[in-house]
Structure formats: structure tokens, C-alpha cells
């Protein structure tokens, strides 16, 4: 039969739990290095339509990201004075040392980075009073609703525009896991739990105060949340205690202000069903399965949360999507659609990130979607 949505209308029906026209199918952040090595250098927008998929396209504004040079730069202030030393310039082997400069102290961290992403050599929070140094000058930006608008419409009908919330990760305890060890954080829930509750605060204030600039933005969905808070790194109790109360009140302002929101926590929920339920968002991702690192398959999760939440992902991006044949790639769409995708509510998308998919894979990927129609 032929298509009857366009693929805004596709996705959105699935965003509200509904039944689209056929299986809806898209990708997670569509990166840089994967456009400019296989594409040509086009943009995601043009790859998503080149290739028939539902597009998911990310709005990347001044979000406070300090990991990424331009956004350390586009915090730099009066009172949190961000100077950048780049040690290697080498776009395989780059390695950026920050230091910030507060009327009360300075703050240092290291990144490394290659052509495909960024990691974290040093982290800024490396003592407990550091967090006050956040607290007081550490900027919020305001969210630029025009360029976001001009966005908007430039994705038109080809599918949905995402945005998010302010910080490296939209979690408070997923941010606040980017800017110090983690398993430094984890142990202080039990040495210092008082100390870890004051860092969740202050990162929720400035989140609440970042979603207040989000008013009118033109955004289909939010994305919250983050890997750090996922099931196969931290405990359940841990989420409930650091996560779920925080989360809550995130996704109750973005509510407010009329926003979807889906939490991402990179497939691993299994024990934290009911809380990622609780926690108020509309939907769920990435459903990692456990091929791919996550600690259930997705129509596991999918039986648990009983249609009370819309899906996105399920996908894996690299032994399927990027290393597996056209017809494997066909037979898991098909799998995820039969086992649970079926009843609705589910946009079908690779679970993560990908960056040496060969083109046909790609290909066989939509050529499988349009294949699993309602």
C-alpha cells in the first residue's frame, strides 16, 4: 500500500502511542564523521531524505556542553572565564586543556578526542567544594528561539526536531557524571550521599532555569536523561534515590511548557521499568539490546512498561546495522516489529550511535520499515 503520512505525521502518531501508516524508522544522531567520510560532507537533514528515512534531526545549540571546544567558548563570562590550551591539534589525536577562572577559584579539565567523539581526561569537579564554584558562576544560556525556529522549518514534513536540556548530559546525575568520576560519584552515595544530593540540586536549578528560555521553542520532542543512569553502570536503588526525584521535576517543567520528552538511558533498564514510567516522560530510548550492551531485549522492556510509554531505538548499530547483511538487517527490523512494534508507539531506530555503516545497509534498513505496515 502506498504511504498515507508524511514522515512528521508518522512520527509524531507513534510519539502519542498511536498506529502510523507503516513502521516509522530513523537513526540516533547522525554524526559528523560518517556524513563527511561516506556522504560527502551533506547534512543530516539531506541524508535522512536522501535515504528515505523518518528523520530524527538534533538541534545542537548553546546547550553548555563543556566538553566540546565551541560550547566551552560560548560559556566563557565575566565571572566564569573559560581559557582553551590545545595541546595536540591533530584531528586523530587532539587533546584540549581547559582552565576556568572564578572570583573564588579556578577549576581545570582535560579532554581527548579523534574524528569520531570526545572523551574526558580529566574531570573539572576533583574536590567536593568545587561544586559550590559551579553553583555560583558556572553560566546558563539562553535558548536562541529563532534559530531553532529557522530549523523547525527547514526539517519540515521529513520528520521531528529534537532538542535538550541544559548541560553535557540532560540527567542531573548523568551531568554531573561528566564532570567528575563516576565512580568516584557512586561511592560517594555511600560516603557522602548529603554532598552528592547538593550537586543533583544545583544542577536541577540551572535546568529548570535553562527550561524557563525554552518557552515557544519549536521543538517535536526533548531528550533527558543519559547514559550514567542506566541499569548496567549504576544500581536501582541509586536511580531512585539520584535519578527519579530529579528527573520528575525536569520532565514536569518541560510538561509545562507543553514539550514531549523521551529519557535516554543507552538499553540498560532492566530493575528500573517502573521508575523510568514514574518519572513522567513520553517515551523511552534507546533500547539497547543485550548484543549491543544492554541488559534486556527491547520487546522485554516493552512487555514490562505494558504501552504506557512510547519506544525509540531497538536497533543494533553495530554486529546488525553495520556489520550484519541486507537480509539481517531486514530480519531484525522485522523481528522488533512482529514481537512488539506491532501494537504501535514505536519509532524503530538504530539504538546509537553508527559511523561505518556501508550506504546499502542503510538502505536496507528503510527498504525494511516500509515493509511492516499497520
Not at 560527502?40 to 538541534?59: H, L, N, P, S, V
Request: charged share 25%.
Amino acid at each position: 500500500m502506498p504511504e498515507t503520512m508524511t514522515s512528521k505525521e508518522r512520527m509524531l502518531t507513534a510519539l502519542e502511542r498511536g498506529k502510523p501508516d507503516r513502521l516509522p524508522i530513523s537513526l540516533h544522531q547522525w554524526q559528523k564523521y560518517h556524513l563527511d567520510k561516506y556522504l560527502g560532507g551533506i547534512d543530516e537533514i539531506e541524508a535522512f531524505t536522501r535515504f528515505g528515512f523518518d528523520a530524527q534531526a538534533q538541534y545542537f545549540g548553546n546547550f553548555g556542553q563543556t566538553q566540546d571546544e565551541g560550547g566551552a567558548t560560548k560559556q566563557s563570562h565575566p565571572q566564569w572565564r573559560v581559557t582553551i590550551d590545545q595541546v595536540k591539534t591533530d584531528p586523530n589525536d587532539r587533546v584540549t586543556h581547559y582552565t576556568i577562572e572564578t572570583p573564588e577559584g579556578t577549576l581545570t579539565y582535560k579532554t581527548a578526542s579523534d574524528r569520531k567523539t570526545t572523551w574526558v581526561l580529566e574531570y573539572l569537579v576533583k574536590h567536593d567544594e568545587d561544586v559550590d564554584l559551579i553553583a555560583k558562576y558556572m553560566p546558563v544560556p539562553t535558548l536562541d528561539l529563532a534559530e531553532v525556529s529557522a530549523y523547525y522549518d527547514r526539517v519540515g514534513e521529513r520528520g521531528i526536531l529534537r532538542g535538550f536540556v541544559w548541560g553535557d548530559q540532560a540527567g542531573c546525575w548523568q551531568h554531573a557524571a561528566c564532570l567528575c568520576d563516576v565512580n568516584d560519584l557512586m561511592l560517594a552515595t555511600y560516603d557522602r550521599p548529603d554532598w552528592v544530593k547538593h550537586f543533583m540540586d544545583v544542577l536541577l536549578q540551572k535546568k529548570l532555569r535553562f527550561v524557563e528560555t525554552m518557552k515557544g521553542a519549536r521543538f517535536d520532542l526533548i531528550e533527558t536523561g543519559g547514559g550514567a543512569a542506566s541499569s548496567t553502570l549504576i544500581s536501582p536503588d541509586i536511580h531512585e534515590t539520584y535519578c527519579l526525584p530529579y528527573d520528575r521535576q525536569i520532565h514536569d517543567a518541560l510538561h509545562e511548557l507543553g514539550f514531549r520528552v523521551s529519557y535516554h538511558t543507552c538499553g540498560g533498564t532492566f530493575g528500573i521499568e517502573e521508575m523510568i514510567v514514574a518519572n513522567g516522560c513520553d517515551c523511552s530510548e534507546t533500547l539497547a539490546p543485550p548484543s549491543i550492551g544492554g541488559n534486556q531485549e527491547p520487546w522485554e522492556f516493552a512487555e514490562k512498561i505494558a504501552g504506557r510509554l512510547a519506544l525509540i531505538g531497538g536497533i543494533d548499530q553495530f554486529n546488525v546495522a553495520t556489520d550484519g547483511t541486507v537480509e539481517r538487517i531486514r530480519e531484525k527490523v522485522h523481528e522488533v516489529f512482529e514481537k512488539f512494534g506491532h501494537r504501535g508507539g514505536y519509532i524503530c531506530a538504530l539504538s546509537d550511535h553508527f559511523f561505518e555503516m556501508p550506504l546499502e545497509n542503510l538502505r536496507a534498513l528503510v527498504d525494511a520499515a516500509r515493509e511492516c505496515e499497520y
